[in-house]
């Protein structure tokens, strides 16, 4: 990815033209996607790339290759439910018609879902919570649940502390 991308506008331009390329299409809810470009744009300044704000990246590019966005699983997703993990991808019916994008299952190897000691780094940090929302069940880590859900859009207040 360029590493002259300094904003979140630059990032969807960026995308954008790679989703077009491949008739793809971004969400029409124009404030989740500039949610999801803000922590694709915090994660492209953490770590040099931008992984999936969707899914927890190491911060060990080998390990999160397979979450740059656009990740390698958004191709299958897009096809067989009609939006990427993250719903910022969706499908030409999905963008005709309107209609919402629906939760759909993982496919990322169990091995690399939210295994830290996995990727044998220090990216852990003791005063992370973790936090599930009470929509759809998308799991937050960070001290503070975030402002809205980046899956489905529920305000910070429909986020419970996980223990």
Same mark, same amino acid.
């Given at each position: ?32 996607? +500039? ?7 915090? +994660? ?15 911060? !060990? ?14 191709? +299958? ?23 919402? &994008?629906?939760?759909? &299952? ?13 990727? !044998? ?23 503070? &649940? &975030?402002? !809205? ?15």
């Amino acid at each position: 990815m360029n590493e002259d991308i300094n904003t979140t506008e630059e990032l969807m331009d960026y995308l954008k033209k790679n989703a077009q390329e491949k008739g793809y299409y971004f969400n029409k809810d124009s404030s989740f996607v +500039n949610e999801l470009l803000k922590s694709s744009l915090t +994660n492209l300044k953490r770590y040099g790339y931008a992984s999936c704000p969707c899914r927890l990246s190491t911060g !060990n590019y080998d390990l999160d290759s397979d979450l740059i966005c656009p990740c390698e699983y958004m191709e +299958n997703d897009v096809k067989e439910y009609g939006s990427c993990f993250c719903a910022l991808y969706i499908s030409k019916d999905i963008f005709e018609s309107g209609k919402t &994008p629906i939760s759909i &299952p993982e496919r990322r190897p169990k091995d690399k879902l939210f295994d830290i000691d996995y990727a !044998n780094t220090s990216t852990k940090q003791t005063s992370e919570k973790k936090w599930k929302c009470g929509i759809c069940g998308y799991e937050h880590s960070e001290s503070e &649940p &975030p402002e !809205n859900c980046t899956k489905c859009g529920a305000s910070k207040e429909m986020f419970k502390e996980m223990k």
